[in-house]
């Protein structure tokens, strides 16, 4: 029997930090074009959503993502709140923003440290990713250098990921022991 769909092979589900990304990646030869691809990635969800009832799968192209880190934003944190959610974020800077507001976002804005260690009145940083397959976004939010929420004019860059360390560099390799 033949298959309407190109051969695609679903590639493992991968790991980031030791915890499961929960992806199911689908890849095919490069003269495999996406308007091909994408029929049968909803074709494999819809198997999927029917044995797994408690998963509804999404199905997206691969598009290259960028990241900014929004600095000084006021966290909210009072003695009668706890610091804004990521979806007030959100809200707050689509309102403000239009630059911002015309962004696909895939992460909404969420703190770089865990909002149970903020003080009152604390500020802090946000990370949002969005959609930018050609990275022009990106390069319009870093060259507007701000944006603008609770009240306050907020700087912007690049997100830049720190190096995964499994020990201080001071110290040598544990060995297991026997």
């Known amino acids: 029997m033949t298959s309407p769909h190109p051969p695609t092979l679903p590639s493992a589900s991968s790991q980031l930090n030791g915890q499961p990304r929960e992806n199911l990646i689908l890849t095919s030869n490069a003269s495999t074009s996406l308007n091909v691809l994408l029929p049968a990635a909803s074709h494999i969800a819809t198997i999927i959503s029917i044995r797994f009832t408690t ?13 900014i880190l929004i600095n000084s934003v006021p966290t909210g944190k009072s003695q009668s709140r706890e610091p804004y959610t990521p979806d007030e974020c959100h809200q707050a800077l689509l309102k403000n923003n239009p630059t911002y507001a015309s962004l696909t976002v895939m992460q909404k804005p969420s703190w770089v440290k865990a909002p149970s260690s903020y003080t009152v009145n604390a500020t802090s940083s946000l990370a949002v990713a969005f959609e930018d397959p050609d990275g022009t976004k990106l390069k319009s939010i870093i060259e507007g250098r701000h944006l603008y929420t609770f009240g306050t004019r907020l700087n912007t860059k690049k997100w830049k990921q720190k190096p995964l360390t499994t020990q201080p560099s001071n110290q040598p390799p544990a060995h297991p022991q026997r």
């Open 55 to 67: 998963t509804t799968p999404k199905t997206r192209a691969n598009v290259k993502w960028s990241k």
